[in-house]
Structures are given as structure tokens and as C-alpha cells.
């Protein structure tokens, strides 16, 4: 099993930055991939930013150029730096981790419990 969790979450102004924390911990494992998700209320949730394990990034059309991802393999976290923060990027954050559990070799999908990211104009 592999826990995930988020922090960093908090209210800024516009303009602003936040930088977001996904930290893994759990039995012997590998993280093939961590992404981080994003949901407004009544919105369907979007897929922000991955980052593989060789380190290859993808951030969203919405979000590129303001937002970045970065992993610390050695301390088994995640970053997401977001600058120049706007009022539309108010949401409820999760970090979500594709990861193998080396004792069992089984491959799972994880998810952090959320941490609220709100953006007042």
C-alpha cells in the first residue's frame, strides 16, 4: 500500500504562488507516475500536470506557462509550483501516483485526500 499526502494548499491572492507537496510513503514501492488533479465545485475533475519517472512533464493547455511539476525521488515527493495564480484555478487539489508495490508486484492507482486551493481577485 502506498499513502499519498497532499499539502501546501492555502489562499492567495491573484497573482500569487502556491507550491503543492505530494509525499508517498508506505511499504517497499516504485512510482511509475504522479499527476496532480484539480476539481472546482460542479466541475468535472481535470488532469493538471503528470510527471513520469525518468522525469518527462505534461501540463495542461490551461495551466502552461503558470504551473510546473517537479518529483524528489530521494524524499518520495511531488511538487507542483503554481505562479501567477487566477481566480478560474480555485479548486480542491489531489495528487494521484501509478506505483508498484515491490513485496507484491502488484501495480496500483492512488490517490491523496485533497487540499483546497483558493484564488481571490
Known amino acids: 500500500q502506498v499513502q499519498l499526502v497532499e499539502s501546501g494548499g492555502g489562499l492567495v491572492q491573484a497573482g500569487g504562488s502556491l507550491r503543492l507537496s505530494c509525499r508517498a510513503s508506505?511499504?517497499?514501492?516504485?512510482?511509475?507516475?504522479t499527476r496532480w488533479y484539480r476539481q472546482a465545485p460542479g466541475n468535472q475533475r481535470e488532469l493538471v500536470a503528470s510527471?513520469?519517472?525518468?522525469?518527462?512533464?505534461n501540463i495542461a493547455d490551461s495551466v502552461k506557462g503558470r504551473f510546473t511539476i517537479s518529483r524528489d525521488n530521494a524524499k518520495n515527493t511531488a511538487y507542483l509550483q503554481m505562479n501567477s495564480l487566477k481566480p478560474e484555478d480555485t479548486a480542491v487539489y489531489y495528487c494521484?501516483?501509478?506505483?508498484?508495490?515491490?513485496?507484491?508486484?502488484?501495480?496500483?492507482?492512488?490517490w491523496g485526500q485533497g487540499t483546497q486551493v483558493t484564488v481571490s481577485s
Open positions: 510527471i513520469s519517472s525518468g522525469g518527462a512533464t
Open positions: 494521484n501516483a501509478a506505483a508498484v508495490d515491490l513485496e507484491t508486484a502488484r501495480v496500483g492507482d492512488y
Open positions: 508506505g511499504s517497499r514501492f516504485s512510482i511509475y507516475a
